[in-house]
């Protein structure tokens, strides 16, 4: 790691309550309405995804080494909602939401919710059609 590159996070941390690993990669549109406690450790970050404050995004133990199979990857158009937890080496698909203070241990298919703690998935299409 670059020491311009620690320097940088560290500065992020102090000034914007955001801890952003050096090696996640992260794609366009990006929005962080509430940087305050979010932590990414992600090993990617999909384009237009929203994280709001208090996101956890790592390892499940300690990865010193950061390997992709213990951090999370997450999909294009995600919605990460207040206080989401999303931990260890799992997916959260294209157009997936996660649901806030939910904690996700397990793949979050491409366009379901996640809600819960520990969260469980369910299928946005089936969302509304119980009352139709």
Excluded: K, W
Excluded at 16 to 39: D, Q, S
Excluded at 105 to 125: E, F
Aim: with cysteine.
């Amino acid at each position: 790691m670059a020491p311009l590159g620690q320097a940088i996070s560290a500065l992020n941390c102090a000034v914007f309550g955001i801890e952003v690993a050096l090696r996640c990669r992260i794609g366009p549109g990006l929005y962080l309405p509430h940087t305050h406690g979010t932590v990414i450790g992600a090993v990617e970050i999909g384009a237009n995804v929203s994280i709001y404050q208090g996101v956890t995004l790592g390892a499940r133990g300690l990865d010193a080494t950061f390997a992709p199979s213990h951090r999370p990857t997450i999909g294009n158009d995600v919605l990460l909602g207040a206080g989401a937890v999303v931990l260890g080496g799992v997916r959260v698909g294209n157009g997936a939401v996660v649901g806030a203070n939910s904690v996700v241990t397990t793949d979050v298919p491409a366009g379901c919710l996640a809600v819960g703690v520990p969260a469980r998935i369910i299928d946005q299409t089936s969302i509304g059609s119980e009352h139709s």
